[in-house]
């Protein structure tokens, strides 16, 4: 495994680009507190905004390294860990034992 790091955006317009693809239709992203938002929100955001390349492992999880090594050329890749609420919703719940009958992700 490499130690490279990795800068996925040539400037900011590809990185609201992907932002919108990505976070702004996932569940997860949260627009008031991005130290709520996901990890790779948080990576995405720093390598744009603060100069910091991604690591391999978040260039991975992100997407935009691929297993077999070579990097994303399309700037709005799809996150492979994007999910939408409608997705989020289809996930199967279980009853949890409660008086108020709490529903809970599985």
């Known amino acids: ?4 790091k990795h800068i996925p ?15 702004w239709r996932c569940w997860k992203y949260n627009e008031e507190d991005a130290s709520k938002s996901c990890l790779i929100d948080q990576a995405i955001g720093a390598c744009a905004l603060l100069d910091k390349p991604l690591s391999d492992e978040m260039a991975r999880r992100c997407g935009y390294l691929r297993e077999n090594g070579t990097t994303n050329d399309n700037y709005t890749w799809k996150c ?9 919703d289809r996930k199967p719940r279980e009853i949890i034992d409660h008086p108020n009958q709490i529903f809970m992700e599985i």
């Open 1 to 4: 495994m490499s130690d490279e």
């Open 9 to 23: 955006f040539h400037h900011g317009s590809q990185y609201a680009d992907w932002v919108e693809r990505n976070c």
């Open 80 to 88: 492979p860990e994007r999910e939408s609420q409608e997705e989020r």
